[in-house]
């Protein structure tokens, strides 16, 4: 049978459309693993040839907005880059099949296209970044006011700032295929409220404002990686009936993640019909370490093997697809400089590794702790993943960096299959100025059985500084673990170090307590004019807690923050806490308190409280009447009998455990202080 015309020319449209389309699966990685790379000059930034080998999808954040517009892009590598290095790496890194990709927006350049002249600079502009510096694609990452659009419809978008963008896109593209004969990469990385927000039975400002431009595009995208992140609890394919699912775990990935590969009908009647998009082209995306929001690796681990269909179930949602989606194209994280601080470092890497690929890797950890200047005899283990160590290693085929001048390595024991400890010989000569964290283990691959290449980790291992003493000062960098926090040295000209804390950061300090008793906490730190709250910990028991802030500037180191806590003698894990807020923070300061200025009820005696430790009611009973209040150790009073009475009764269950006082007053003002244990 002949075919007309018009058929041979569907045929062929539609076949030329296929090969573009396939082009976009094959040409990003498979498995993908996606790290942000911060594009900023701090202390945590990384040069494109120190990535981790192992990410093979680096999107380089971000392009940003000439001056004075919402849509004209531009780009300048950050740090100490000259542009003939720059674009050097990122050659050797895509001769590997690595991928380089330019992100677009983020949290502070908000893209708002209003008129067709700013869509033809938007277009031109980006073009032109990908086309000079040599990037394999780009990544759309569109937040707040980039995202506020008004009559949102997945079928039809009615916000003319959305259509732009959603034409802008399609232009990019078939400018880069016109110019390069091939497809431009693109990837997307959209909030959960401007997605799975549009689940919401009562959704609020721009819920599913992000559907309308995956849907016009789904197509063309190579990859979607909606943030897991910063996102709050949200509703899932299971609706009102299931409730809204909170971040951070099991099965908020799974829920979130199956909402974005099945699609949904908007919460919304206006929103209309999301058809869902592959999960061949989807990635799981969540921080490393960096915040309160980032899942535990092993939890991870089973999340992502049960959404593949490759493990049981991990929590209480359960999949409505059976077996999974085995196609799943990968991970996502921000950001590769937060992944390479993580304890153990590139620990989200190792977390991808473990799903979906049988490549060797190595981790390393200090086995037992090492002091500064107690080095000698000091284990570093490394235990290897996915491979068999040799039957026999070879001292010469190992080099540890970073280690202190006169610490070498002594030997390397092979304890079993998986497992080799490297023994450190001499001791440091001159202190550390701060915890060592960068020591790097580097092994020939002659060492394992399987590896074609030499594998190595650095950030694992920790060298101690010495147990610091209470009473006494506790330098902020005498650290021995962390999360997320970093040094700053010479911070605006103070000499020194301090070290700069997050909400939800921790730093973790060995302390020696010489006496049980009362101690007055007093902090040397810059904030800036606002309300920050930090705690302290003594071994994971809060022990104090402690609203600041700043008479003078953030850049200003200034003494304030003195309040008391109760201290028992020994050996013991301090930790410092945010709360909320942040600061700069050089030293904590503890001095034993002065014994409080009251006067007891006759004796010791005269006041009896019974039982103590206590969990339920609590019998206070005194020689002559007197009215109770009971204070946390922040001197807050939590409980008060105010009646004049010699007998009280006091119903403590609702307080936490922990240690408190009892005040009692008599009439005239005489005062006696008893400690209270709750249990």
Known sequence: MIKSKTMIKNIFTTVLALCISLSAYTQLPTPAIVGYLENWGTGSFIKLKDIDSRYNVINIAFASLKSGTDYHMQFYPAGSYIESDFKAEMAALQSEGKKIIISIGGQNDHVILDTEAEKNTFVSSVNQIVDYWGFDGVDIDLEGTSVHFTDINIQKPGD??????????????????????????????????????????????????YLPIIEALKDSIDMLNVQLYSSGSMFGLDGQAGGAFVQANADFVLAMTEAVILGFTGGDTTLGIYSGFPASKTGVALPGCHSSDAVPHKELVDAVNYLMGNGPQPGSYTLKTKGGYPDLKGMMTWSINSDKRCSPSYGFVDTYSKIFTDSSYIEIESNGSIYEQLENGGLIQVNLFKDTYASTLDTTNWTVENL?????????????????????????????????????????????????????????????KTISKIPGTVQCEDLSAKKNVWLINNFFGDTGTVLRFNSNYYSEYEVDISESGTYDVTFRTALEAKTHSSSLKIDGKTIGYQSMSSTTSWKVL????????????????????????????????FKKAAPESVKALGNTNNLTISPNPADQIVNIIAESPCSIIILDVTGKVVKSHTQSSTNHQINTSDLTKGLYLVKATSPNGDAFVQRLIIK
């Open 160 to 209: 003319v700032k959305q259509q732009l963008m959603i034409t802008a896109i399609q232009e990019m593209m078939a400018n880069h295929y016109t110019t390069h004969g091939k497809k431009m990469l693109l990837t997307m990385a959209p909030e959960t409220h401007y997605v799975q927000g549009g689940l919401s039975p009562w959704p609020s400002n721009y819920s599913g404002a």
């Open 404 to 464: 202190p001048n006169g610490v070498q390595v002594d030997s390397i024991i092979r304890v079993n299959d998986t497992t080799a400890h490297v023994v450190l010989k001499g001791n440091s000569t001159v202190k550390y100025p701060s915890a060592i964290w960068n020591v790097k283990v580097i092994a020939d691959s002659s060492q394992f059985i399987k590896s074609r290449q030499n594998l190595s980790r650095g950030n694992g291992v920790i060298l101690k």
């Open 558 to 589: 200034e003494t304030t923050s003195t309040y008391k806590v109760d201290l028992d003698s020994g050996f013991h894990v301090l930790t410092l806490f945010m709360n909320s807020g942040w600061m700069n923070i050089d030293w904590m300061n």
